[in-house]
């Protein structure tokens, strides 16, 4: 199964900096921008205050579909981020929404993951969706990018893998997280990508 977390950054600083009449038309709406800019059939489990928990059963979209998507999340974030700019410019903090937020993206292949159905929404368990949330906690040196979890990169091969999917921009990075132990992963600086 595929995990796709996109996680808007700053969240928590835009939250405290920002009254609540603000950030309650801000958030929701870049995380509704989120969810509807997937276009490779990726279902939403959570909306978890400033991420979207996306999964997909079955096989694997290609990587450079994948990779594609998250341009797109990216994109389409940020025109909405300007939008959102424009609307509120001149209210009180209005500045602090282009200043503030952005997006981070990671990706996970989960192999003993089970879902339980609570009301009309799916609820994923199993480790590998611990795995993909600790993964939101790293030490990348940059503030936004698409991380790739080794677990899921083991799934492509070289030659399901196009070289326009950015991999010579990968760069290679790992933490140890308790209960959990090490965990390597690939990450794209999405800023180079757009």
């Not at 959102?84 to 952005?102: N, Y």
Request: glycine share 6%; hydrophobic share 40%.
């Amino acid at each position: 199964m595929l995990i796709c977390i996109p996680d808007i950054s700053g969240f928590t600083k835009f939250m405290s900096e920002t009254d609540y009449e603000l950030n309650s038309k801000v958030v929701p709406s870049l995380l509704n921008e989120i969810i509807y800019s997937n276009e490779i059939g990726l279902k939403v489990s959570e909306i978890e205050g400033d991420a979207v928990l996306f999964f997909k059963r079955g096989e694997l979209p290609p990587l450079k579909d994948l990779i594609a998507q998250c341009e797109f999340f990216y994109t389409q974030f940020y025109r909405q981020l300007r939008a959102l700019h424009d609307d509120f410019k001149d209210v009180k903090d209005g500045k602090k929404i282009s200043q503030t937020l952005g997006l981070k993206i990671v990706l996970h292949f989960a192999k003993g993951v089970d879902s339980v159905q609570i009301g009309k929404h799916i609820k994923l368990v199993g480790e590998d969706v611990i795995v993909a949330h600790r993964l939101l906690k790293n030490k990348i040196d940059c503030e936004e990018y698409i991380l790739l979890s080794n677990e899921l990169l083991k799934q492509y091969t070289f030659n399901e893998a196009d070289t326009s999917t950015y991999l010579d921009q990968l760069k290679k990075g790992k933490d140890y997280y308790e209960h959990i132990g090490e965990i390597e992963y690939s990450y794209i600086d999405f800023k180079p990508l757009i």
